[in-house]
């Protein structure tokens, strides 16, 4: 994607389906994107209730605001296929696959998506939060370079990973690192936008910060929140900082200069930059609105 068509994903807000007081609340939240969640958070007998407060809800949908994605529970559910319409007749921007193990769940998910007449620009998120998952990952990137595929993100499910293979959950997340890393590594290599997991504890917003902080220095796009009071740091860690605006700015002014014009490698402040710096810095400056 062209960095001019850059969409913000930092803060991207879990909401319950089947909460209108939740749903409610959305308007006046500043987050980047909701995701309107028809799975886990979703008890099986409020399951076809939450479907119809959705296509409320997206009824009347205010224009022009965050980006909306609805998780939908896997196709061979017992609640997959009716999840699949209910979705895609609330039109959102994106639907969320959870538990996807392998390529071909996101194949068959696809051709059911076609089936159902989806716009093409309906775009696929999918969960990494399986062991499978885990080792299929860059197979499951390569559909972001396939023009015809949906695949659009992925999304780090921490919890499902350490219920399924046994890990400690620690506060410095340090038995899951290498696998949020892997998950960023196979997202870069298949052109895709990678969201870091969700944090249960909303209440120590410090411990969050920094959470957002590794997150955001592990590469990760943006930060996947369960609470309103979480929206904040997100957004502020996962926005270019003001000394890294100013640093990018100074690459771009000094490689306008004309006697660097036809130069690969030049030297600021005593560092080696390089044109690669320069594209770096340019992305950089498109994600701070500073085209
Ligand atoms: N989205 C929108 N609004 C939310 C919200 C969310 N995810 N979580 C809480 N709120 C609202 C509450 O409705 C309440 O609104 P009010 O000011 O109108 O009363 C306000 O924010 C404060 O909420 P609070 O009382 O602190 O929390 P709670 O006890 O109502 O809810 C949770 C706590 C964890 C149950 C709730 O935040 C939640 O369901 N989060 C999402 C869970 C989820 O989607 N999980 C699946 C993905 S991991
Ligand atoms: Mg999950």
């Not at 369960?226 to 990018?248: D, T, Y």
Request: hydrophobic share 50%; with cysteine.
């Amino acid at each position: 994607m062209p960095e001019t068509n850059y969409r913000p994903r930092r803060a991207v807000l879990f909401v319950p389906a089947a909460n209108e007081k939740a749903l409610a609340k959305l308007p006046s939240l500043a987050c980047d994107a909701v995701i309107f969640d028809l799975e886990d958070s979703v008890a099986p007998d409020a399951k076809a209730a939450a479907r119809e407060r959705l296509r409320a809800w997206f009824q009347a949908r205010p224009k022009g605001g965050p980006e909306c994605i609805i998780r939908v529970n896997p196709l061979a559910s017992e609640w997959g296929t009716e999840d699949l319409l209910a979705a895609r007749a609330c039109a959102p921007d994106a639907i969320l696959l959870p538990k996807v193990d392998t390529p071909r769940d996101i194949h068959d998910f696809d051709d059911a998506l076609d089936e159902a007449d989806a716009p093409e620009n309906l775009k696929l998120w999918i969960m990494v939060e399986t062991p499978k998952a885990m080792l299929n990952i860059g197979a499951l990137a390569e559909f972001g370079r396939n023009r015809a595929a949906r695949l659009d993100c992925f999304v780090a499910g921490p919890n499902d990973l350490i219920k399924d293979t046994g890990v400690l959950a620690t506060p410095d997340r340090r038995y899951i690192v290498p696998w949020l890393l892997q998950m960023v590594l196979a997202a870069r290599a298949g052109g895709l936008d990678v969201l870091d997991g969700v944090s249960n504890t909303f209440s120590d917003l410090d411990a969050f910060a920094l959470e957002c902080a590794e997150g955001a220095a592990m590469g990760f796009d943006g930060k996947t929140l369960i609470h309103p009071a979480q929206i904040g740091p997100a957004l502020k860690a996962f926005s270019p900082s003001a000394g890294a605006v100013a640093e990018a700015l100074a690459i771009r002014a000094a490689f306008a200069l004309p006697e660097n014009a036809a130069k690969g490698v030049i030297s600021i402040d005593g560092r080696m930059v390089e044109r690669l710096h320069l594209a770096q810095a340019e992305r950089l400056l498109a994600r701070a609105g500073r085209h």
